[in-house]
């Protein structure tokens, strides 16, 4: 999807975006960070709302079906050069 697209669907009425980035290493182990940063927005003070807001850059395919997943609208990245970061291991358990 087209990235002014996504911006729309994701903006307040004030234009405001909540941004974030997700790849497959942030969905990974016991209580991940992606589940934690979902959970601080859900629990926080006056920031639940900010959950409708949200704007996922996903990095990878395994992102991208969890966004689809979660409901949220996701935008993939290509990476300088074509692709993803795939192959990529930071941030994530080593062989």
């Known amino acids: ?10 903006a307040m009425e004030d234009k405001y975006v909540v941004v974030t980035v997700l790849k497959k290493a942030y969905m990974e182990g016991h209580g991940p960070m992606l589940h934690i940063f979902l959970d ?8 639940r709302r900010l959950v409708k807001h949200l704007l996922m850059v996903v990095l990878d395919s ?6 689809r997943f979660l409901g949220v609208p996701c ?3 290509e990476i300088m050069g074509g692709g993803s970061l795939e192959g990529e291991v930071f941030m994530s358990r080593a062989s």
């Open 1 to 10: 999807m087209e990235l002014g697209k996504v911006l729309t669907q994701a």
């Open 62 to 67: 395994t992102s991208m079906e969890c966004c």
């Open 75 to 77: 935008y993939h990245q």
């Open 40 to 47: 601080v927005l859900r629990l926080g003070e006056g920031s």
